[in-house]
Every structure is written in structure tokens, then in C-alpha cells.
Nanobody, 124 residues
Framework: QVQLVESGGGLVQAGGSLRLSCAASGRTFSSNAAGWFRQAPGKEHEFVAALSWSGGNIQYADSVKGRFTISRDNAKNTVYLQMNSLKPEDTAVYYC?????????????????WGQGTQVNVSS
């Protein structure tokens, strides 16, 4: 059973930066695609970014493109989300998710394992 633990969330002013980490345990996930999603109060889960098992295929939501960077370190079994130029509308709980296969997908239902989430608050 894969367990995912996110960290790095917090409170930041608009224009600031945060780096989220997602550490996997229970098995190696170097052959699995991974992604980040977020959920703001009263809203559905929203796709943020995802990458294939190798990191060679990456996709971002239009709302974060140019500001966020997803990456992975398979040796550390960890996925990262570097968030720059943060805006108040980025405020949400951010979730890490991993698929059972290597290929990048953007839909929530395509992901098999989820972390507990980390809160990001961006003040104006």
C-alpha cells in the first residue's frame, strides 16, 4: 500500500513562493505518473500539474502555467511543486496523487493513491 505525505504548505503573501513536497512510502513509485491537485472551499478538486514516470512529459493547468513547476526525484521517492508568484486565488488544500501506471493524466478519477493534503493560504 502506497502512502503519500505532503508538506510545505503555509501562509504566504501574494507574490511569494512555497515549495510543496510529497514523500511516498510503502513501495517505490519511480514507474508511476504523479500529479498535484487542489481544492478550494466549496469547490471541486482541480488539476494543477502532473508528470510522467520519467518526468519527460509534464502538463500544467492554464491558471498556474509559468508560475508553478512540478518535478520528481525518484531516488528519494518524492514529488515537488514549486509555486512562485502566488495569488490569493491559489489558496486551497493541495493534494499529491500517484497513478498505478507510468502515463500522465489530468483527471482526478485516473489517480489511485492520494495524500492527506496540505493547506496553502495566500493573503492579498
Amino acid at each position: 500500500q502506497v502512502q503519500l505525505v505532503e508538506s510545505g504548505g503555509g501562509l504566504v503573501q501574494a507574490g511569494g513562493s512555497l515549495r510543496l513536497s510529497c514523500a511516498a512510502s510503502g513501495r517505490t513509485f519511480s514507474s508511476n505518473a504523479a500529479g498535484w491537485f487542489r481544492q478550494a472551499p466549496g469547490k471541486e478538486h482541480e488539476f494543477v500539474a502532473a508528470l510522467s514516470w520519467s518526468g519527460g512529459n509534464i502538463q500544467y493547468a492554464d491558471s498556474v502555467k509559468g508560475r508553478f513547476t512540478i518535478s520528481r526525484d525518484n531516488a528519494k521517492n518524492t514529488v515537488y511543486l514549486q509555486m512562485n508568484s502566488l495569488k490569493p486565488e491559489d489558496t486551497a488544500v493541495y493534494y499529491c496523487a500517484v497513478r498505478k501506471d507510468p502515463f500522465l493524466r489530468v483527471a482526478v478519477q485516473n489517480y489511485d493513491y492520494w495524500g492527506q493534503g496540505t493547506q496553502v493560504n495566500v493573503s492579498s
